[in-house]
């Protein structure tokens, strides 16, 4: 890490443990995209897990910190409900949704809808599905790997994180794999602000969705009126749940399929590369002993906790750490805190890729909103990490990465690095 990025975490630290303990407000952007929000969140588990702030972009909201009490909201669908959405909207965003109307999916939905839908399009990532996939993801992942350049900087995410997983997903819609960058392009336009990503304005972004709704509109009239078949469309077409869904909430539940199966896999293969680079001791132990990559796999989705929160709607007065949180107030669990939970994980800021329970970890989130495609993340995440060790005898990091300006997705805009010389 160069001077400049040293001296800004430690002016960012200093201040945020000067500022009075009622104004830490972790949903800023900026901190996220220079890495420098951990000291409001080591401080909020020390002091007060559970804390409500005033946000000035987000609007009022309880901030949850700690492993014990996020598990205690992610586990209670009951008195925390999804049916407001699952991020922390930007009041300037709750104001676009309210003139678009709004996009639910079944991750925005209380039982029993919930568990409907969700069992409609869970097959696609059973296991029986994946062990049919996992050759094709590990030919495809050795002709990227293949395509890189020796000896010469690229672009770590553009190259392989985007293009593996564009694949994939591509896969599971059924989508042309010749027009698979349509589907990572889509989600960025999700899940960005305008001013970051690919998102010039609010206008652009609806324009842009308004497409991919158009696309996938076009695709499910072809399912609806073809046989039964095992991608996700023709699923959602026929599913006794889904099949009658209106156009908003198809919508919203092909961008939750389109996030869900891009950007969490795609930030920790990224981040696999870049927490390898600063652990080179734990990289040395995985040359060493490949049979570590499972394990490495689990700390890095720990680690880098590609989604960085999600949030619930409270349904009723209830009490939590001491605090009474109100019906309606919004409650965010900060999955990026609870992996840095020191009562729950030891040595939680260490990347370590040999330790006894890597897969106890909350980047998956708990309860009946558990990430549906979990094993399709470590499975790919798994494969791409053997056939790197076939070929490659480093990954360098030449440079510090561009990361997401984003409250929700943390992750890498972009990842400079070197492959010195094949195997």
Not at 221 to 239: C, E, F, K
Request: hydrophobic share 40%; aromatic share 8%; glycine share 6%.
């Amino acid at each position: 890490m160069h001077d400049g990025a040293v001296d800004l975490k430690a002016e960012a630290r200093a201040r945020i443990y000067a500022q009075p303990i009622e104004m830490l407000d972790p949903a800023q952007p900026e901190l996220f995209a220079t890495d420098a929000m951990w000291p409001i969140f080591e401080r909020l588990r020390a002091e007060d897990p559970v804390h409500w702030v005033e946000a000035p972009d987000y609007g009022g909201y309880w901030s949850i910190t700690g492993w014990n009490d996020i598990m205690a909201v992610d586990s209670n669908h009951q008195t925390f409900s999804s049916a407001d959405g699952i991020t922390l909207q930007s009041l300037e965003s709750k104001a676009e949704t309210a003139r678009r109307g709004a996009r639910p999916s079944f991750i925005s939905m209380d039982p029993p809808r919930h568990d409907e839908q969700r069992k409609t399009v869970s097959p696609v990532v059973a296991p029986s599905n994946l062990t049919v996939m996992a050759p094709v993801i590990r030919e495809r992942a050795g002709q990227i790997l293949d395509g890189l350049p020796i000896g010469e900087e690229f672009d770590w995410v553009e190259h392989v994180s985007k293009e593996l997983t564009a694949m994939t997903l591509a896969t599971l819609f059924d989508f042309p794999q010749e027009e698979r960058r349509l589907l990572p392009h889509w989600s960025d336009m999700i899940t960005n602000a305008p001013g970051h990503g690919p998102v010039e304005s609010w206008e652009h972004k609806r324009r842009e969705i308004d497409a991919m709704v158009a696309r996938f509109t076009q695709m499910w009239n072809d399912r609806v009126n073809a046989p039964p078949a095992g991608d996700l469309i023709s699923m959602l077409a026929h599913g006794e749940s889904t099949r009658n869904m209106d156009k908003a909430e198809y919508a919203g539940n092909l961008g939750l399929l389109i996030i869900g199966g891009n950007d969490t896999t795609r930030n920790t293969i990224s981040g696999s590369v870049y927490a390898l680079n600063k652990n080179p001791g734990q990289y040395r132990r995985l040359r060493e002993d490949p049979s570590l990559i499972p394990s490495m796999v689990s700390e890095t989705i720990r680690w880098q906790t590609p989604l960085a929160h999600m949030a619930r709607t409270a349904t009723a007065d209830c009490e939590l750490g001491g605090k009474t949180i109100k019906a309606g107030d919004r409650v965010v669990m900060w999955y990026v805190s609870g992996n840095r939970d020191a009562s729950m994980v030891e040595d939680p800021d260490s990347y370590l890729i040999e330790r006894a329970r890597p897969r106890q970890h909350m980047s998956f989130g708990f309860g009946i909103h558990r990430c549906v495609g979990n094993r399709l993340a470590e499975l790919q995440l798994t494969i791409i990490w053997e056939e790197i060790m076939k070929r490659f005898p480093s990954i360098d990091l030449v440079a510090e990465p561009d990361r997401t300006h984003s409250i929700f997705v943390k992750g890498y805009e972009s990842l400079p690095v070197m492959i010195p010389s094949r195997n």
